[in-house]
């Protein structure tokens, strides 16, 4: 009877609907673990699709060239350690989620997934079937449960793979990143671990798709829920474990455990990785964006430069009479201290063109809103015509404080392909600049040392639309603004407890109702990576046209 079983863990970064660059992935993980002498290599849920696919997988084309892509794979890999992937399955007229188990040139088993998420950003019940509560599969003497994803996250399917002869549970996930998300993980998978007294494996895919990011931190718990094995966070990586046959049954062999960054280093990793990834995954190689001497636009040309280097970041400075010498200097002074390319493009003379071509129109009315938003969209439009001339990306920088409230000018400063702070409050722009002046990584590609002067970071916010304009003239302060839509956004929570929380009850009034006006922007904007369980997109769907107000 076998004492020993060693399984490659690869957590590694697939790319959606690239059937064979991730079939060949695969295949250099398969090879690998060979060379390492396993008789396992596993690979992350719905790994030769790519996740999440959302609805692609529904399509019969791309499901029935999924499952033969496996085919192929089992084929090549034929002569050596079985393998798991995560894949589509039909069978009859059902679509399965489903980890199918390679070995000997074909697949021999597949494990379909029981519960199928349909909340936050899954809704799997609309795309998949549910499969049955299911037995273990055997790799030679050994028998191994793999209940996927979702699966582990409840108690019936890994106590049904004990009750069948699991002798350990081996997890497939495609788990994105939210905020203290690897705590929430760690304690479900602790509670499989006891009830079930099996060790446990579980592995997560790393790599950023649409507002997604994928951070791995695969890990291994013996029974008691002790830690074996650690993966890193964020990168690929292929991990060779070791289970050894004891008198009390398996037990995963020590091996290397990678310690977390705290919250701000995770989510800084995020928005670098999310914008990284959309870049390559959708063929661009730079970016462009607005560089205003503000805040926002700041973290988002440091992250942009941290992504993707500094040579492929272009900042454009688009001053107005009311744009500020002060401004002038710190926009030119965090593009240097990057490395950045920056372009000086004033708008006075296509402003002046159109409100000569609008003065007809306009005659007899008040300047205001309308004017200082013509502003934003001459640049937007200035901003769209380099993107299209130059082959790179316009990058938003629109915060989700702005995002939420409508703070922000639809076809103006809302205009481009990826927004990096999306689900990031102003309060926590503030904190990430001074956490990223103190901080560097080799994962970043930008430079060194303070590259946001604290002049960007503690001057009073300002859109510099008309004179003397700040943000305050039109919202509550931000660290109010902020505490008030983590209730209402975040929580989902209601008026009655903003003022339980110590808020004005016609300020949280006002913040709710420009929360609701803002859905038709929110609609149309650019996406970002998700940072928290309230972000902005998949989490939450509300209709454009609403008229509901909360009472309370």
């Given at each position: 009877?076998?004492d020993?079983?060693?399984?490659?863990?690869?957590?590694?970064?697939?790319v959606?609907?690239?059937?064979?660059?991730?079939?060949?992935?695969?295949?250099?993980a398969?090879?690998?673990a060979?060379?390492?002498?396993?008789?396992?290599?596993a690979?992350?849920?719905?790994?030769?699709?790519?996740y999440?696919?959302?609805?692609?997988?529904?399509?019969?084309?791309?499901?029935?060239?999924?499952?033969?892509?496996?085919?192929a794979?089992?084929?090549?890999?034929?002569?050596?350690?079985?393998?798991?992937?995560?894949?589509?399955?039909?069978?009859?007229?059902?679509?399965?989620?489903?980890?199918?188990?390679?070995?000997?040139?074909?697949?021999?088993?597949?494990?379909?997934k029981?519960?199928?998420?349909?909340?936050?950003?899954?809704d799997?019940?609309?795309i998949?079937?549910a499969?049955?509560?299911?037995?273990?599969?055997?790799?030679?003497?050994?028998?191994?449960?793999?209940?996927?994803?979702?699966?582990?996250?409840h108690?019936?399917?890994?106590?049904?793979?004990?009750?069948?002869?699991?002798?350990?549970?081996?997890?497939?996930?495609?788990?994105?990143?939210?905020?203290?998300?690897?705590?929430?993980?760690?304690?479900?998978?602790?509670a499989?671990?006891?009830?079930?007294?099996?060790?446990l494996?579980?592995?997560?895919?790393?790599?950023?798709?649409?507002d997604?990011?994928?951070?791995?931190g695969?890990?291994?718990?013996?029974?008691?829920?002790?830690?074996?094995?650690?993966?890193?966070?964020?990168?690929?990586?292929?991990?060779?474990?070791?289970?050894?046959r004891?008198d009390?049954?398996?037990?995963?062999?020590?091996?290397?455990?990678h310690?977390?960054?705290?919250?701000?280093?995770?989510?800084?990793?995020?928005?670098?990785?999310?914008?990284?990834d959309?870049?390559?995954k959708?063929?661009?190689?730079?970016?462009?964006?607005?560089?205003?001497?503000?805040?926002?636009?700041?973290?988002v040309?440091?992250?942009?430069a941290?992504?993707?280097?500094?040579?492929n970041?272009?900042?454009?400075?688009?001053?107005?009479?009311?744009?500020?010498?002060?401004?002038?200097?710190?926009?030119?002074?965090?593009?240097?201290?990057?490395?950045?390319?920056?372009?000086?493009?004033?708008?006075?003379?296509?402003?002046?063109?159109?409100?000569?071509?609008?003065?007809?129109?306009?005659?007899?009315?008040?300047?205001?809103?309308?004017?200082?938003?013509?502003?934003?969209?001459?640049?937007g439009?200035?901003?769209?015509?380099?993107?299209?001339?130059?082959?790179?990306?316009?990058?938003?920088?629109?915060?989700?404080?702005?995002?939420?409230?409508?703070?922000?000018?639809?076809?103006g400063?809302?205009?481009?392909?990826?927004?990096?702070?999306?689900?990031?409050?102003?309060?926590?722009?503030?904190?990430?600049?001074?956490?990223?002046?103190?901080?560097?990584?080799?994962?970043?590609?930008?430079?060194?040392?303070?590259?946001?002067?604290?002049?960007?970071?503690?001057?009073?916010?300002?859109?510099?639309?008309?004179?003397n304009?700040?943000?305050?003239?039109?919202?509550?302060?931000?660290?109010?603004?902020?505490a008030?839509?983590?209730?209402?956004?975040?929580?989902?929570?209601?008026?009655?407890?903003?003022v339980?929380?110590?808020?004005?009850?016609a300020t949280?009034?006002?913040?709710?109702?420009?929360?609701?006006?803002?859905?038709y922007?929110?609609?149309?904007?650019?996406p970002?990576?998700?940072?928290?369980k309230?972000?902005?997109?998949?989490?939450?769907?509300?209709?454009i046209?609403?008229?509901?107000?909360?009472?309370?």
């Open positions: 009877m076998t020993r079983f060693r399984v490659t863990l690869a957590q590694l970064n697939p959606v609907g690239d059937l064979a660059g991730n079939a060949d992935k695969a295949r250099t398969w090879e690998q060979r060379g390492a002498g396993a008789d396992l290599v690979l992350p849920e719905m790994f030769i699709t790519g999440n696919a959302q609805d692609l997988v529904m399509k019969p084309a791309f499901h029935t060239a999924a499952i033969e892509a496996v085919r794979l089992a084929a090549t890999c034929a002569d050596g350690p079985a393998m798991a992937i995560g894949s589509p399955w039909v069978e009859g007229t059902e679509l399965y989620n489903s980890y199918l188990i390679l070995k000997g040139g074909r697949i021999v088993s597949s494990v379909l029981h519960h199928l998420p349909n909340e936050t950003v899954f799997e019940v609309r998949f079937d499969g049955p509560l299911g037995g273990p599969y055997a790799i030679g003497n050994v028998r191994i449960g793999s209940p996927i994803c979702e699966d582990a996250w108690d019936d399917v890994a106590e049904t793979l004990a009750e069948t002869g699991a002798e350990f549970l081996l997890v497939p996930n495609g788990s994105p990143y939210y905020r203290n998300k690897f705590e929430t993980r760690l304690n479900h998978m602790v499989r671990v006891v009830e079930t007294g099996l060790p494996i579980y592995l997560n895919m790393v790599g950023g798709q649409d997604q990011v994928f951070d791995g695969s890990f291994a718990l013996n029974p008691g829920g002790e830690l074996a094995l650690q993966m890193p966070l964020f990168d690929e990586a292929i991990t060779h474990l070791d289970l050894e004891t009390a049954g398996w037990r995963v062999l020590p091996g290397v455990e310690s977390h960054p705290d919250e701000y280093e995770q989510d800084y990793r995020v928005m670098v990785t999310g914008l990284r959309y870049m390559a959708s063929g661009f190689k730079k970016v462009l964006l607005g560089l205003s001497g503000g805040v926002d636009s700041a973290i040309a440091t992250i942009a941290d992504a993707l280097g500094p040579e970041v272009r900042c454009v400075m688009l001053p107005s009479e009311y744009t500020s010498k002060e401004s002038l200097a710190d926009a030119e002074a965090v593009a240097k201290a990057l490395g950045c390319r920056y372009d000086h493009v004033p708008i006075g003379e296509g402003r002046a063109a159109i409100t000569n071509t609008l003065a007809p129109l306009f005659e007899g009315t008040e300047p205001g809103l309308t004017e200082e938003n013509i502003q934003s969209r001459l640049r439009l200035l901003l769209m015509a380099m993107s299209n001339k130059f082959g790179e990306m316009l990058l938003t920088t629109g915060n989700k404080s702005e995002v939420a409230v409508g703070y922000a000018t639809i076809y400063d809302m205009a481009g392909g990826y927004n990096p702070i999306k689900d990031l409050y102003k309060t926590r722009v503030f904190e990430t600049c001074r956490w990223r002046n103190e901080n560097h990584r080799d994962w970043m590609m930008g430079p060194a040392g303070e590259v946001i002067r604290p002049n960007v970071i503690d001057k009073p916010p300002t859109a510099e639309l008309r004179e304009q700040k943000d305050s003239d039109s919202l509550p302060d931000y660290p109010e603004l902020d008030m839509l983590e209730i209402l956004v975040d929580r989902n929570g209601s008026i009655a407890d903003c339980a929380a110590g808020f004005d009850r949280a009034q006002k913040v709710e109702r420009l929360i609701y006006m803002s859905e922007k929110r609609f149309q904007s650019a970002g990576p998700r940072l928290t309230g972000a902005f997109w998949l989490d939450r769907r509300y209709p046209v609403n008229r509901w107000r909360d009472p309370s």
